[in-house]
């Protein structure tokens, strides 16, 4: 335990310790540690606040002064009016929370669709070695064609309803879960497999019991790229025409020049995106609970 | 003598390695395990013990040769067999219960009263109050004991082990070679436990078998009439114990020997 002993007179090595199980010998030592983290991370929310201050400040100022024009840059106050608008007096497309919800529905469906079939074909395809031979270059092909582009395949055969956008955002997801839950299930430990065959575990079991569970910090990984993924889907899939909608909303705030519209909307949807991410690290951690570091701890970028 | 629960006879088995060349683990491998026998398989490091339990299992089939077990050929999982592996095998994302529960739901019982005879068996191993714990949340012993727990609740004919207290501090370790025994006494299970460590394979067999640096062969095999039940503490210093030690160390330490110059070598070459 020669680590123990050179840690205090190590700053860099006692801000790494926070990650490893309590050890501490000294508890007085052990809370001067855990005041400095503490500080430490006020330091860093401040920081941010400065930051946001900083950034939206010069932002007002300058297009206040007309520094820069606010009709082609926007202006925070002026988003703010505008979302204020928008929430009393509704928009040209109708109520706020009805384009909120239409861009809602067509994102949760296409995320679900897509997050299933990823996760369905991408555990055949990491259980079946001929299946996945036999596929991998389509798959890599359609891989490395820009697949918002398909939107505007999906508008003309789908039609400019829900289905058009709930495809694009589906292909979107599709992709991303796939691989990731392809290569989960590559990576699961063949002594668990073989454990789980010496122990009687059919095919099926060894899917839902095994197989899946170990691929689902991989597929898990991937639902957080996901989710803002089957957004962009939705939006795209308004932009190439709608009749409602945050993307649409955003489609005719630019029609109009109006810069703070799609500022607006952009906002909107950044909020629909946190949120999301929210929900979908709760999920993660009821999920994942047998895993040692559950997430949330570490810093993300 | 009945018909043995285990017989290998002339297996031969080969990789293909990655680089597409053919690796011979084990050539003209003969061995028997009667009934309700405990024989211990020591060897050099990557002589093919682990193999060997692959084949037995019906993980792996042979190359050349026959497996048998109970007195039928192996051609796939045999049933009525445990395996506690060498790494951790036990599930991270169940929880000690549903970890010991495994084997029987797989086999048919119901959930509940798989979790019924899981819990008797967690207290048969020691681990009574853990049942709801995953295994991060428990020492490397401990886990060791829910594997013993997994297997043996199948009630298995054969149990086969591969090395499986090497990672264990020495006390733990003995703690846990004692309830082996203590738990096998009361099975008519076969075992087949693979070592390293020959004091360990003495201390608990009724039968060591050598394996040869690879390719791996039996080199012989040694009966141990220690009587039981046995101290796996105190029986290394019995002067019978210490007899057959030296017996089996001046066989086993030449094929020691040969695997350690090899491996020289190869480091050397690389
Ligand atoms: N699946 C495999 N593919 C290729 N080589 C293997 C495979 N399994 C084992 N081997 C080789 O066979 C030899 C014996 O391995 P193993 O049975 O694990 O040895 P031991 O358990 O005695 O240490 C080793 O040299 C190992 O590299
Ligand atoms: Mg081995």
Known sequence: MSVRSIRPARPEIATVAKALPAVAADSTQASARARSIRRRRLNVYALRVLVAVVWIGSWELLTRFKVVDPFFFGQPSGILQKLQTWTTEGTALGPLWEQVAVTMEETVIGFVVGAVLGVAVGVLLGRNRLLAEVFSPYIKAANSIPRVVLGALFAISLGLDLKSKV?????LVFFVVFFNAFQGVREVDRNLIANARILGADNRRLTTEIIIPSALTWIIASLHISFGLALVGAVVGELFGATAGVGELIYSAEHNFDANGVFAGMLLLAAMALIAEALITALENRLIIWRPNPVGTDIKV | MSEPAI???????????????IYTALRDLDMQVAPGEFNAVVGPTGCGKSTTLALISGLEPPSEGQVRVNGRPVTGIVPNSGFVFQSDAVFPWKTVLDNVAAGPRYRGTSTREARKQAREWI?????????DRYPHQL?????????????LITEPRILLMDEPFSALDVQTRTLMENELLGLWSLTSSSVVFVTHDLEEAIALADRVTVITAGPGTVKGTYEVDLPRPRNVAEI???????????EIWSDLREEVLVSYERQKHSAGAA
Do not use: C, D, W
């Open chain 2, 123 to 131: 207290a048969r191993v020691g681990l009574a109050g853990f049942e």
């Open chain 2, 139 to 151: 020492s490397g012993g401990m886990r060791k004991r829910v594997a013993l727990a997994q297997s």
């Open chain 1, 167 to 171: 495809a694009t955002a589906a292909i």
């Open chain 2, 7 to 21: 017989e290998l006879r002339n297996v031969t088995k080969r990789f293909l390695t990655p680089s597409g060349g």
């Open chain 2, 236 to 246: 290394r210093f019995e002067p019978r114990f210490v007899h057959i030690y030296q």
